[in-house]
C-alpha cells in the first residue's frame, strides 16, 4: 500500500498480486476516521508493507510538512500491522498536478500515491 498524506486528503494506491505495478485505490478525507479507514483496506487487501510518501525538503531534509507526515505515521499508522517504509516523495506530487487538465484536485493525491509506489516497487521490489 502506498499513502501520500496532505493535510485534508490521503491518496492510497495499491498493487497487483505480485507486487509488480501500482494503481490507484482512492482518496480518503483525513479526518478522525483516517485509522479505522486504513485498518480495513489493511485486513481487506491483507496488506504486508505500506509506503509513506515523505515530503523532505530540496536539500532532503526534514522540515514542517514532513515532521507532520512522521506525527501522522507515529500516531495513526504505528501498531497496524504492516510494516512501515519511509520513502521520499519530493517529485510525486508534481507529476499528477501538472498532468491535472480540469480534474478535482483531490483526485490527484490517488495518483501521487501511485506515483510514489510504483517508484518504490520499480527501486526496491525486485
Known sequence: MGLDIGHKHIGVALTDQNNKMAYPEGVFCHDSQIRDTIKKIIQEKNIGKIVVGIPFSLKGEIGHQAQKVFDFIHE???????????????????????????????????????????????????
Open 76 to 126: 495513526t499508522l504505528e501498531g497496524l500491522g504492516p510494516e512501515i517504509v519511509h520513502y521520499d516523495e519530493r517529485f510525486t506530487s508534481k507529476i499528477p498536478k501538472m498532468q491535472n487538465r480540469g480534474k478535482k484536485m483531490k483526485e490527484v493525491d490517488k495518483y501521487s500515491a501511485c506515483i510514489l509506489l510504483n517508484d518504490y516497487i520499480s527501486h526496491h521490489e525486485k
